[in-house]
């Protein structure tokens, strides 16, 4: 399981970048992709707005469909299970998360995530008002390197 941690403050992501060296670099299986996203605020996900906290971001086997579950850190809570669809838009190969400033009033919403070693993320779908909303604001992708 990878973790990795999302600050809005660009000092505090330098911080954390400068230190990460000393983190344990902790990888899952490759066929779920799990990885560990810790908000210093709460964050929006299709459904609902998560409170600050680390959460576990990781795909479930679907024949037809890609499913991404949001659990809490150790998985004894299931939060929510999310239609994503594969999106390649800004990820470089390194674990990723993609926020969307959604103004001072409502908190930032998770667009899409990827895991480290793929080129490849996973983008959330919302409900389609919502997306469109979404889909307009401005992104912001903080990137952790391997």
Same mark, same amino acid.
């Given at each position: 399981?990878?973790?990795?941690?999302?600050?809005r403050?660009?000092?505090?992501?330098?911080?954390?970048l400068?230190?990460?060296?000393?983190?344990p670099?902790?990888?899952?299986?490759?066929?779920?992709?799990?990885?560990?996203?810790?908000?210093?605020?709460?964050?929006?996900?299709?459904?609902?707005?998560?409170? %600050?906290?680390?959460y #576990?971001?990781e795909?479930?086997?679907?024949?037809?469909?890609?499913? &991404?579950?949001? !659990?809490? =850190?150790?998985?004894t809570?299931?939060?929510?299970?999310?239609?994503a669809?594969?999106?390649?838009k800004?990820?470089?190969?390194? %674990?990723?998360?993609? #926020?969307?400033?959604?103004g001072?009033?409502q908190?930032?919403?998770? &667009?899409?995530? !990827?895991? =480290?070693?793929?080129?490849?993320?996973?983008?959330?779908?919302?409900?389609?008002?919502?997306q469109?909303?979404?889909a307009?604001?401005?992104?912001e992708t903080?990137?952790?390197?391997?």
């Amino acid at each position: 399981m990878k973790k990795v941690v999302v600050f809005r403050s660009f000092l505090t992501l330098a911080l954390l970048l400068a230190f990460s060296i000393v983190l344990p670099n902790v990888r899952a299986d490759e066929w779920n992709q799990a990885t560990l996203f810790t908000f210093n605020q709460p964050v929006q996900i299709p459904g609902q707005v998560l409170p %600050a906290g680390t959460y #576990l971001f990781e795909l479930v086997n679907d024949f037809n469909h890609e499913i &991404v579950r949001i !659990s809490n =850190a150790d998985r004894t809570n299931v939060i929510a299970l999310i239609q994503a669809r594969p999106t390649t838009k800004g990820f470089t190969g390194k %674990a990723a998360i993609v #926020l969307a400033e959604r103004g001072s009033s409502q908190p930032p919403a998770v &667009v899409a995530w !990827s895991y =480290a070693g793929h080129s490849e993320g996973h983008q959330l779908v919302y409900p389609k008002q919502l997306q469109e909303k979404v889909a307009k604001e401005k992104h912001e992708t903080f990137v952790f390197g391997d």
